[in-house]
Nanobody
Framework: QVQLVESGGELVRPGGSLRISCAAS????????IMWYRQASGKEREMVAQ????????IYPDSVKGRFAISRDNTKHMVYLQMNNLKPEDTAVYYC???????WGRGTQVTVSS
């Protein structure tokens, strides 16, 4: 059974940094690209980062490019999202996704506020 468990979300001040994590299990982790999505209250879910099976290439939308960095550890079955220079508009629930398996985690809340 595919399981994705996000963690690390918290309240951060604008301009701050945060790393969130996704622990994966129940599938051959090394064979699948992984994505991070986010959903702000009242808005549609959007992709914010994608990483291939070998860690390159990575893909980001313009809204986070240069501030967010996705990485993975194939030995630990973990995916990370390093978020720098956070802005209030980054406030959202962040989800880990395996698109080829159509699987989602339950999300972790990131709030950027002074």
């Amino acid at each position: 059974q595919v399981q994705l468990v996000e963690s690390g979300g918290e309240l951060v001040r604008p301009g701050g940094s945060l790393r969130i994590s996704c622990a994966a299990s129940g599938f051959d982790f090394r064979r699948y690209a992984i994505m991070w999505y986010r959903q702000a209250s009242g808005k549609e879910r959007e992709m914010v980062a994608q990483i291939s099976t070998t860690s390159t290439p990575t893909i980001y939308p313009d809204s986070v490019k240069g501030r967010f960095a996705i990485s993975r550890d194939n030995t630990k079955h973990m995916v990370y999202l390093q978020m720098n220079n956070l802005k209030p508009e980054d406030t959202a629930v962040y989800y880990c996704r395996v698109p080829m398996l159509n699987s989602w985690g339950r999300g972790t809340q990131v709030t950027v506020s002074s």
